[in-house]
């Protein structure tokens, strides 16, 4: 059974930059779409970034356009975060798409705190 596994979380002041990543435990990932989700406390789990299975064409939340960068290589996947801000503090998710282009596997989350 293939578990994705974020790692790379933590605390940091604002302004400041991490990097996440995202590793298929057991397994490699599919040639299919892959993204990255944020939940904050009391809030919906919503779309960050996506990238396509060559890497060659990304998307981005608008709240995070021009400060986040994904990316992805044969074993893993990025979320270079830039100029974070108090408001970007969520659990983080990596996800993989099926062939539906639907996110059906799930990592178990990094949390990413953010102080002002």
């Known amino acids: 059974q293939v578990q994705l596994v974020e790692s790379g979380g933590g605390l940091v002041q604002a302004g400041g930059s991490l990097r996440l990543s995202c590793a298929a435990s057991?397994?490699?990932?599919?040639?299919?779409?892959m993204g990255w989700f944020r939940q904050a406390p009391g809030k919906e789990r919503e779309f960050v970034a996506g990238?396509?299975?060559?890497?060659?064409r990304t998307n981005y939340a608008d709240s995070v356009k021009g400060r986040f960068t994904i990316s992805r290589d044969n074993t893993q996947m990025y979320l270079q975060m830039n100029t974070l801000k108090p408001e970007d503090t969520a659990v983080y998710y990596c996800?993989?798409?099926?062939?539906?282009?639907?996110?059906?596997?799930w990592g178990q989350g990094t949390q990413v705190t953010v102080s002002s």
């Open positions: 057991g397994g490699t990932f599919r040639r299919y779409g």
């Open positions: 990238i396509s299975w060559s890497g060659g």
């Open positions: 996800a993989e798409q099926n062939y539906f282009g639907t996110y059906d596997r």
